[in-house]
């Protein structure tokens, strides 16, 4: 079976795990505080706060913004629940706007006519999501948050070392997110860091984590347990070395799907603009007149996974209807109709992905 996601885990993971465990020193300490800026450095900012997942990072960063009861973020619908669930932890409403459905990403251009007709001062940040690891276009989104005075926050739980022009994603907002659960780009069991431009304000992140403790049972604000372990922090630091290379797998497969898929009106191939490096989270395509149940149940006889990623935008989810905004959603509630995500993680070899092609050619042709 070829399936979605095999997480790697090294010698050097399990040496580094069994030297904490031999420290003594299990929970949260001089191992996460070294993950923590190892990271930071990696992505390009200024600080780090590690976390338990990267749902709680998410969570972390809108409290460390202020974002908190009748303020309203602007963002993408077709993402997973997690990234605007964490603007309903703090009570905001997620405004939804619609992707460009050439990348799935939030569009900027309908980002501004949104803000040009909508606006209010109520709104207080941008929350994008570099989605099955393409970036946003966020020298775009930057230029449109400069003009509405608007936070920007990045969530980047499938994006771990994209890049546009060379500038890392998680780079360019004021705050930025990672998850390193198994299926993500590196791992470290379970856990997620929340990447500050602002150092003070990452000051202000450590406390929401710990109990919002400023001293020893005093406590300033509300605060929650979301602290990462030196077990997890220890898997990261390995995983950190491994991720560019973790990366140039991902890639390489990706262009064998590239080259070998391409050239069929059935399909539809990730785009990737100029300058942009795509980490292929998700190598997703976009299906044209194919029965996307029957491709993938005739995927599955032949032994190769795929995933529907996502099957809803985020306004068709039961309990959103009453707690979010939106105007027109029809990029993203067509995507969830067409999309298909096939197998691409790094483990995969270069027969496994020329069987991946056969199986979907011998249905689709
Ligand atoms: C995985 C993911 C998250 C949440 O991360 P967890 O570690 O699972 O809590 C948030 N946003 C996106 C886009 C994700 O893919």
């Known amino acids: 079976m070829i399936g979605m996601a095999k997480p790697f885990v090294g010698q050097e993971e399990i040496d580094a795990v069994v030297a904490v465990m031999k420290s003594g020193m299990l929970a949260c300490g001089a191992v996460v505080t070294e993950f923590e800026e190892k990271f930071a450095d990696y992505i390009g900012m200024n600080a780090g706060v590690a976390s338990c997942n990267g749902t709680t990072a998410l969570h972390v960063a809108l409290l460390s913004l202020g974002i908190s009861e009748g303020d309203k973020v602007l963002t993408t619908p077709f993402t997973f629940i997690a990234s605007s669930n964490s603007l309903l932890f703090n009570r905001a409403t997620p405004v939804f706007v619609d992707i460009d459905p050439k990348t799935y990403l939030l569009d900027p251009e309908k980002l501004e006519a949104y803000l040009e007709e909508h606006y209010e001062p109520s709104m207080k940040a941008i929350l994008v999501v570099h989605l099955f690891g393409l970036p946003c276009d966020m020298p775009a989104i930057m230029k449109i948050a400069d003009k509405y005075n608007l936070k920007v926050i990045e969530d980047c739980a499938q994006s771990h070392g994209s890049e546009i022009n060379g500038k890392k994603a998680g780079s360019f907002g004021d705050v930025s997110c990672f998850s390193f659960y198994p299926t993500k780009n590196m791992t ?56 560019d290379g973790f990366n140039d797998n991902r890639r390489k497969n990706a262009k064998i799907y590239d080259e070998k898929l391409a050239n069929n009106d059935a399909i539809k191939l990730p785009f990737v603009p100029e300058g942009y490096k795509h980490v292929y989270h998700q190598y997703t395509i976009a299906l044209n007149g194919v029965d996307r149940e029957a491709l993938q149940a005739h995927m599955l006889k032949n032994g190769v996974g795929s995933a529907v990623v996502y099957p809803f935008s985020m306004n068709e989810q039961p309990f959103y209807k009453d707690v979010c905004q939106f105007d027109n959603l029809s990029h993203a509630e067509n995507a969830a109709r067409v999309v298909l995500s096939i197998p691409v993680h790094p483990a995969l070899t270069e027969d496994e992905v020329l069987k991946v092609i056969d199986v979907i050619n011998s249905f689709v042709n």
């Open 188 to 243: 470290t069991g379970e856990g997620g860091i929340t990447l500050y431009k602002d150092s003070e304000l990452a000051e202000l992140g450590k406390k929401y984590i710990n109990h919002g403790r400023v001293d020893q049972y005093l406590h300033d604000v509300l605060g929650f347990n979301y602290r990462m372990t030196n077990i997890a922090a220890a898997i990261g630091l390995e995983q950190l070395k491994r991720v």
